[in-house]
């Protein structure tokens, strides 16, 4: 992968969504643990957006600019929206929402840098 | 003795039913192909519309699709959940016709849709998301009409 950054998304995303999925097997509910995680997933991305931005500030653009700002702005969304939606569910089936997002994470980080493959993170 | 116990008017199945449950992850799923299905041909029909013009604009009629799904499913009051089912077959016959059309026609998507090749690119999603929500939508209906609800 392109750097630290992504690397640590990806494996953070997918351990998430293992966890996740782990806790609808064994039918628990949200827990704070899960939400922790979330919030350090978050963290991770707005690191790494605020990288590509600095990239972008910079003068350096992609050849796709407009698909790269779209990821840019669902990026940060992705784990709210699931923390959100995960806690109105008082069921097995919040986590299952938690483990879409850290997939989706893990997923957002591998297109973002096939989108601008030049940059480093 | 003074734990609630479940009382008999509380509806079996309120109105909401279809976004609880497995409904929760279904909605969730749906949103994010929702999102990701308009926002991509938006930004395909306004920077190069020419390039790919049946591509672009099956991916925006997918979009709709699965916004509407994502709506009805997270409302599912009557009349949603039969405007879900029929997004939802829309949804299955689409992935079936553009993903057979895109194999044997492959000059008529030099870019790929979302339901290019039955979804491939989606980790084939697009091809059992609809599968699913027609089999959740069809066992939330059954609960009620075993235990019917007082619509408010």
Same mark, same amino acid.
């Given at each position: 992968?392109?750097?630290?950054?992504?690397?640590?998304?990806?494996?953070?995303?997918?351990?998430?969504?293992?966890?996740?999925?782990?806790?609808?097997?064994?039918? =628990?509910?949200?827990?704070?643990p899960?939400?922790?995680?979330?919030?350090?997933?978050?963290?991770?991305?707005?690191?790494?957006?605020?990288?590509?931005?600095?990239?972008?500030?910079?003068? =350096?653009?992609? +050849?796709?600019? +407009?698909?790269?700002?779209?990821?840019?702005?669902?990026?940060?969304?992705?784990?709210?929206? +699931?923390?959100?939606?995960?806690?109105?569910?008082?069921?097995?089936?919040?986590? *299952?929402?938690?483990?879409?997002?850290?997939?989706v994470?893990?997923?957002?980080?591998?297109?973002?840098? #096939?989108?601008?493959?030049?940059?480093?993170? | 003795?003074?734990?609630?116990?479940?009382?008999?008017? #509380?509806?079996?199945?309120?109105?909401?039913?279809?976004?609880?449950?497995?409904?929760r992850?279904?909605?969730?799923?749906?949103?994010?192909? +929702?999102l990701?299905?308009?926002?991509?041909?938006?930004? #395909?029909?306004?920077?190069?519309?020419?390039?790919?013009?049946?591509?672009?604009?099956?991916? *925006?009629?997918? $979009?709709?699709v699965?916004?509407?799904?994502?709506?009805?499913l997270?409302?599912? $009051?009557?009349?949603?959940?039969?405007?879900?089912?029929?997004?939802?077959?829309?949804?299955?016959?689409?992935?079936? *016709?553009? @993903?057979?059309w895109?194999? *044997?026609?492959?000059?008529?998507?030099?870019?790929?849709?979302?339901?290019s090749?039955?979804?491939?690119?989606? @980790?084939?999603?697009?091809?059992?998301?609809?599968?699913?929500?027609?089999?959740?939508?069809?066992?939330?209906?059954?609960?009620?009409s075993? #235990?019917?609800?007082i619509?408010?």
């Amino acid at each position: 992968m392109n750097g630290a950054v992504p690397t640590t998304i990806i494996v953070v995303g997918l351990a998430l969504a293992g966890y996740a999925l782990l806790m609808t097997a064994i039918n =628990h509910r949200m827990n704070v643990p899960l939400l922790a995680a979330l919030g350090v997933l978050e963290i991770l991305l707005l690191v790494e957006v605020g990288i590509v931005v600095a990239h972008l500030v910079g003068g =350096h653009h992609p +050849a796709g600019l +407009a698909t790269l700002i779209g990821y840019l702005c669902a990026i940060p969304i992705v784990p709210v929206a +699931a923390a959100f939606w995960g806690l109105l569910e008082r069921s097995r089936w919040g986590p *299952a929402v938690v483990a879409v997002a850290g997939l989706v994470a893990a997923i957002l980080m591998v297109r973002l840098h #096939q989108i601008w493959p030049a940059i480093h993170v | 003795m003074s734990e609630p116990t479940a009382s008999p008017e #509380q509806p079996a199945s309120p109105p909401d039913s279809t976004r609880t449950g497995p409904g929760r992850l279904l909605v969730a799923v749906y949103a994010l192909f +929702a999102l990701s299905a308009s926002a991509r041909a938006g930004v #395909q029909i306004a920077t190069k519309f020419s390039h790919a013009p049946v591509a672009y604009v099956l991916s *925006a009629l997918a $979009g709709v699709v699965y916004i509407i799904a994502t709506v009805t499913l997270g409302r599912g $009051g009557p009349t949603a959940r039969r405007i879900a089912v029929c997004s939802c077959s829309f949804e299955l016959v689409g992935v079936l *016709a553009v @993903g057979t059309w895109s194999i *044997a026609d492959p000059a008529t998507f030099p870019d790929a849709t979302v339901w290019s090749t039955y979804g491939i690119g989606y @980790g084939f999603v697009p091809l059992v998301l609809p599968v699913f929500g027609l089999l959740w939508l069809r066992r939330v209906n059954r609960r009620d009409s075993i #235990q019917p609800t007082i619509v408010t």
